[in-house]
């Protein structure tokens, strides 16, 4: 990444990174996880995803595809079709 990237950046995974000017913060990420990948109903979901990134390698500032597959990986889900993800209520 970027030398120019690591100026105020959050020490923790406190948030992720869409672009150099955007993140999510871990709730909103963690929303947009279960909703990619379609696991509303798997119970204790979030449980799950909040104590498998606390054991995350990487150093921050970490962008969202990047979480995106070390996740995938480490528990085994695929991101659905956008096709089959429901549209959220504005």
């Known amino acids: ?8 950046q959050v020490v923790s995974l406190e948030c992720v990174y869409l672009s ?19 696991l509303r109903s798997v119970s204790g979901i979030d449980g799950v995803l ?3 990134l606390g054991r995350y390698p990487g150093k921050p500032p970490v ?9 995938d990986k480490t528990l085994g889900y695929r991101a659905a079709h956008p096709d089959v993800l429901q549209l959220d209520d504005a």
């Open 1 to 8: 990444m970027r030398d120019d990237f690591a100026i105020d």
């Open 20 to 38: 150099m000017t955007e993140h999510f913060r871990l709730n909103c990420f963690i929303e947009q996880y279960i909703r990619t990948r379609n």
């Open 50 to 52: 909040r104590s498998t």
């Open 63 to 71: 962008m969202v595809n990047e979480l995106n597959a070390w996740i």
